[in-house]
């Protein structure tokens, strides 16, 4: 079932090896009342739209920030291959392993294939989650060539 803005999104824990020196639990709801949150969604670390689109972030981060909002990058990759993808790319914010596949097909951003035979990563898409746990904005892009619009997020932190 799709997340569509306004619905209330859903909770989830998953792992994170980033920025800690040690694995931690990360939970959306945790963030409730608290900050607002982007999910960005990429399929796989070390590929090249997803670098682009993971360091943009980073460059965004402290803007983001001073709008009282956390980036969690969600992939299905381990936490041993997201740890040397933020040490390479220089990420601070918290890259979470969704290795089992369960929070790609909560949200419904599901690739049936990506690349190379590639099935069951997630499709290249940002949430932006008020404080009030709701969905403000959503972008899925079908082409995991195609990077999501900054400009539009950027706007919709803004708008929060």
Do not use: W
Request: with cysteine; hydrophobic share 40%; glycine share 6%.
């Amino acid at each position: 079932m799709s997340v569509n803005t306004g619905d209330k999104a859903p909770d989830f824990t998953l792992i994170s090896f980033t920025p800690t020196a040690d694995p931690v639990d990360i939970t959306l709801s945790s963030y409730k009342g608290k900050k607002n949150v982007i999910l960005a969604f990429f399929p796989q670390a070390f590929t090249g739209v997803c670098t682009e689109e993971m360091c943009e972030m980073e460059n965004n981060f402290s803007a983001f920030a001073g709008m009282d909002t956390e980036i969690l990058g969600i992939s299905v990759d381990g936490t041993f291959v997201q740890k040397a993808f933020a040490k390479s790319n220089n990420i601070k914010y918290p890259l979470l392993s969704d290795f089992n596949r369960e929070v790609i097909n909560k949200y419904d951003v599901v690739h049936d294939t990506f690349a190379h035979g590639m099935k069951n990563v997630s499709k290249r898409s940002v949430f932006v989650i008020g404080k009030d746990g709701i969905v403000k904005y959503k972008e899925i892009t079908e082409n995991p060539g195609v990077q999501v619009n900054f400009e539009k997020l950027r706007e919709a932190v803004k708008n929060l």
